[in-house]
């Protein structure tokens, strides 16, 4: 049994005074006429102080003021200026600095290109008629029809006329068609735009020459899904496709040819693996475009550092190296080569949001990027080409997510949690295919990312059978993919892996059923479900350097899989400024 308080209000009427001994009354006292003595101090040398500011300041006004008499007795010596005149001047110097701050502001909001150019006419100077040299290493081959380079399949959409163009929101900017109406997912109509020299047997030709070709040409995988073309009438038709395809819209993005259609670009020479064009417009800044194939990455370096070839494309840090102390510039842009973390939705421990996100949470993926492919990586969230980094790295996020869903951490600082009974405890495996190194560095990376938040990983080193045999019979929770990715938004190949909930599959079949003109709103939902459900987890995006000498311009705003987008800006300084 505790104390009691006896009397408790007889404490409280004892004051602290007669509480205390004499002795410390004595010492208690003496320290407060000691401060007081000090406060007493103190406010005589402040009054002091400031009788001395006071007495100087009026012996300085006192001065100033015979200063200033004396001024104005030689002030009045001096010529009168009169009224009108000062107020004129005044007028000039505001209308001055007005037209100053309106060149500051278009300085400002004009291209950075501006700002060094000493020729306000102009925003940059280019040379006319430039012969511009590309330098490529490996190319397959100069056929424009097979050719998987995407520098070569970029000049021949130049070079033909395309019904539509993709943006970076994947809306679509219409070019040869007028219209395109989606009448179902396996019927589109199309009307032709008049501006442009295309026809119906010009479409219809192309397709016929791709499917001819077969899968060695890029567009074939789509293209062969074309049942039959109607003509309707002069300018328009109707598509029917042998599979529904949500998507193909997209796919009709190939170039199509045409013996009428204007071309800006006429093939000159093919032969040795090199291939040169030449551009007919001659008010145009490029004059010629020569693609030199090198078969060694040493000579292709050497002969940029001799000046021989404007531009080359590398990826490896060997082929920077080279490079050494010659002057260049540098621009990056994804390749369409990725590598994804993808789950099995039927996994009990993956199919639930709150193990996802703290995965996602645990993982630097900069760190991951620096570790298998620093210079020649970048993270990327989602499977499409212009996906915008969201998720963060956040350690405290990992086990709060997990804290707040009823997860706890046991003694060996592993979450579990209890369910039906019985006790889960937090760990996952992960198929890799053992011969790819670098997928053995990023999942050792996850593993030990993962197990400092409290997340078991394990690893399964296998073949490429075993882990597609293992997919196939679902048993895994997660594994390491490569993923190609290009400019079209569709990812129905990814269903199995990213269509892990209702939500996304709301949001998937929303863009199935979407029309021609919401389709990219629709688009924009999926990727934002999918990043809000933690449906898959990008690791990074492999990069290439386009690689260009110091006075060639043009690559500043750079494009995926677009990188000659902007060729009408593209070319070689002047160095004569105004000229």
């Not at 401060?35 to 009788?51: L, T």
Request: hydrophobic share 35%; glycine share 4%; aromatic share 10%.
């Amino acid at each position: 049994m505790g104390p009691k308080i006896i009397n408790s209000h007889r404490y409280k009427t004892i004051t602290r005074k007669k509480a205390l001994s004499k002795k410390e009354q004595k010492y208690k006292s003496f320290e407060k006429e000691k401060n007081k003595k000090r406060k007493k101090d103190k406010k005589e040398q402040s009054v002091n102080q400031n009788f001395f500011i006071r007495t100087n300041i009026q012996e300085n006004n006192f001065k100033e003021k015979n200063n200033y008499k004396k001024d104005d007795k030689e002030n009045s010596k001096k010529i009168y200026i009169p009224k009108t005149f000062k107020i004129a001047v005044l007028v000039i110097l505001l209308v001055g600095i007005s037209f100053l701050s309106k060149e500051l502001i278009n300085i400002e909001d004009s291209p950075i290109i501006k700002v060094f150019s000493l020729n306000k006419e102009k925003e940059i100077d280019l040379v006319k008629d430039y012969d511009l040299k590309i330098g490529i290493n490996g190319l397959d081959t100069t056929d424009l029809n097979t050719t998987q380079n995407i520098i070569l399949r970029e000049f021949e959409k130049l070079n033909n006329s395309k019904l539509i163009s993709i943006n970076k929101d994947y809306s679509i900017t219409y070019l040869a068609a007028n219209t395109i109406e989606k009448i179902s997912n396996k019927e589109y109509n199309i009307l032709l735009n008049p501006k442009y020299d295309v026809t119906i047997q010009d479409f219809k030709n192309t397709v016929e020459n791709i499917k001819n070709v077969g899968e060695s040409n890029i567009y074939y995988k789509y293209i062969s899904n074309i049942e039959s073309i109607e003509e309707i009438s002069n300018k328009q038709f109707k598509i029917k496709l042998s599979q529904e395809n949500p998507y193909f819209l997209y796919a009709l993005d190939f170039p199509i040819k045409s013996d009428k259609a204007k071309k800006e670009y006429i093939i000159q020479n093919a032969d040795n693996g090199n291939i040169e064009f030449s551009r007919k417009d001659s008010e145009s800044t490029i004059k010629s475009i020569k693609i030199t194939n090198f078969d060694d990455s040493d000579k292709m370096v050497e002969a940029f550092r001799n000046n021989s070839i404007d531009i080359f494309f590398a990826s490896s840090n060997n082929a920077m190296q080279l490079i050494g102390k010659h002057e260049y510039n540098v621009k990056k842009y994804r390749n369409g080569e990725t590598i994804f973390l993808f789950g099995n939705k039927d996994s009990r421990l993956y199919s639930k949001k709150e193990v996802r996100e703290a995965i996602l949470y645990s993982l630097n993926r900069q760190e991951i990027v620096k570790e298998v492919n620093n210079n020649y990586g970048e993270v990327i969230d989602l499977p499409f080409i212009y996906s915008n980094i969201k998720y963060k790295y956040d350690i405290y996020g990992a086990q709060n997510v997990l804290l707040s869903s009823s997860w706890k951490k046991g003694d060996d600082g592993i979450f579990f949690k209890q369910e039906s009974e019985e006790n889960i405890r937090l760990e996952l495996n992960l198929l890799v295919n053992t011969d790819d190194q670098n997928k053995r560095k990023i999942a050792e990376k996850i593993k030990d990312m993962c197990y400092n938040s409290g997340i078991v990983i394990n690893i399964e080193y296998l073949s490429k059978d075993e882990i597609s045999a293992k997919v196939s019979n679902r048993e895994y929770d997660l594994v390491l993919a490569d993923v190609l990715v290009n400019d079209y938004p569709d990812i129905t190949y990814l269903n199995e892996y990213v269509n892990i909930n209702q939500a996304v599959d709301t949001a998937i079949k929303q863009v199935n059923n979407s029309s021609i003109e919401s389709l990219p709103e629709n688009i924009s939902n999926l990727q934002n479900v999918l990043s809000s459900e933690v449906a898959c987890i990008g690791i990074f995006a492999r990069n290439i350097n386009v690689v260009y000498q110091k006075d060639i311009t043009g690559f500043e705003d750079l494009n995926y899989f677009k990188v000659f987008d902007n060729i009408d800006n593209i070319g070689k300084i002047n160095d004569k400024i105004g000229g």
